[in-house]
Structure formats: C-alpha cells, structure tokens
T-cell receptor, first 111, second 116 residues
Framework: GNSVTQMEGPVTLSEEAFLTINCTYT??????LFWYVQYPGEGLQLLLK?????DKGSNKGFEATYRKETTSFHLEKGSVQVSDSAVYFC??????????FGSGTKLNVKP | GAGVSQSPSNKVTEKGKDVELRCDPI?????LYWYRQSLGQGLEFLIY????????KSGLPSDRFSAERTGGSVSTLTIQRTQQEDSAVYLC??????????????FGPGTRLTVL
C-alpha cells in the first residue's frame, strides 16, 4: 500500500545551519507530494508541493524536489532561523485523492 | 469564518459513550477531509467529502466510525461506543476542490478526544 516515511526527530540545529529532512514514499500511480508545517500552538499548513516528477516545490526558502527514481521528496533549507522551529510533515496524495502523511519531524533551531 | 473551525476543542468521555465531532469548513470549499493523529504518530486519513458525498469510506478505522456532511458545508464525525484506543486529535481540513490547482488543504485546530 501507499506510505510515507520520514526521518525521526527531533532535529536540532544552530541558526544559519543547512537543513535536510529526508522523506521517501511508496505509491502506485502518480502521486502528488507535499510538505506541511505545524508551528507551535498552530494548525497544520501547507509549506510546498510538487505534482509530478522533477518538479521542485519552494516556499519561504524551503525546497523539495520530486524524485521518482529514488521515490524521495527531501526538504531542504540553506540557512535555518529560530522561527523555523516546528514539526514538518511529508505527505502524498494518491490517484484516488487519499492522503498519506509521515509521522512528522520536529525541528529545533537554537540561536 | 476566516478558517476551518472545529468543535469541541477538547472532549473527555467515558468508554462506551458516543461522541460527535463537528467541522465547519471555509465557506465555498467543496472538499472536506477528516484525519486522526494519535500521540507521536502521523496523520491517519479517515475520509473525505466531495460536496456531500464520500467516495471512499475505507479509511474509517471501524464500523463504529461514521461521518456525514449536509448542505455541502458542516460535517460531523461520530464515534459510537468509544474505546480507549480512539483517544487522539481529530483534524478536519477543507479545500476549494479535491484535485487540480485548488486542492490546498486548510486545517482546523483539531478536537482532542480522550476516552477514559
């Protein structure tokens, strides 16, 4: 069946460090891929998405590229800020509009 | 309202009781989704509505769970004869449409359900 696996947290980084949060997926067909973010005390919100292979989603300095050959959608940011501290969820939507989420990765950025 | 709202925000109930969770989507959003997030787990997709109909109910954990949506707006998720393993945060999301360019989901704050 379809599934999403993302690296376990928490991930602790110093401000301005490079961030990678790994995400791999298993899916039939042609899923769309998403990263959602949940800031402390807030609801989930869409961070970025990619709908087909080789697409790159980007927002707020974050990027992720849909890699069909490695079934991956790793989240990256060149220089993290304290305000990026949150829980990040990787997700896919299958051809039947069902969503599958990873378990979330907590990011702590220290000043 | 400006965003997706859910009620109640917290619900404590006794094992065996029925509970009803409510979701008010963003006005005009035709698609509505229910998820469950257990402690330390990712989001588990339960069901989605396109208008008032739910094309696929296979994500509901058991026949104790049911959901309906009327008038293309408010949705209720009902859990009958609650069990302790039903304790979780139940999240609702809505989107302008199910697919295509307008499928960004906007999430509500969730209902935290505790079954004693």
């Amino acid at each position: 069946g379809n599934s999403v696996t993302q690296m376990e947290g928490p991930v602790t980084l110093s401000e301005e460090a490079f961030l990678t949060i790994n995400c791999t997926y298993t899916a039939t067909g042609y899923p769309s891929l998403f990263w959602y973010v949940q800031y402390p005390g807030e609801g989930l919100q869409l961070l970025l998405k990619a709908t087909k292979a080789d697409d790159k989603g980007s927002n707020k300095g974050f990027e992720a590229t849909y890699r069909k050959e490695t079934t991956s959608f790793h989240l990256e940011k060149g220089s993290v800020q304290v305000s990026d501290s949150a829980v990040y969820f990787c997700a896919l939507r299958d051809n039947f509009n069902k969503f599958y989420f990873g378990s979330g990765t907590k990011l702590n950025v220290k000043p | 309202g400006a965003g997706v709202s859910q009620s109640p925000s917290n619900k404590v109930t006794e094992k065996g009781k029925d509970v009803e969770l409510r979701c008010d989507p963003i006005s005009g959003h035709t698609a509505l989704y229910w998820y469950r997030q257990s402690l330390g787990q990712g989001l588990e997709f339960l069901i989605y509505f396109q208008g008032n109909s739910a094309p696929d109910k296979s994500g509901l954990p058991s026949d104790r769970f049911s959901a309906e949506r009327t008038g293309g707006s408010v949705s209720t998720l009902t859990i009958q004869r609650t069990q302790q393993e039903d304790s979780a945060v139940y999240l609702c999301a809505s989107s302008l449409a199910v697919g295509g360019a307008y499928n960004e989901q906007f999430f509500g704050p969730g209902t935290r359900l505790t079954v004693l």
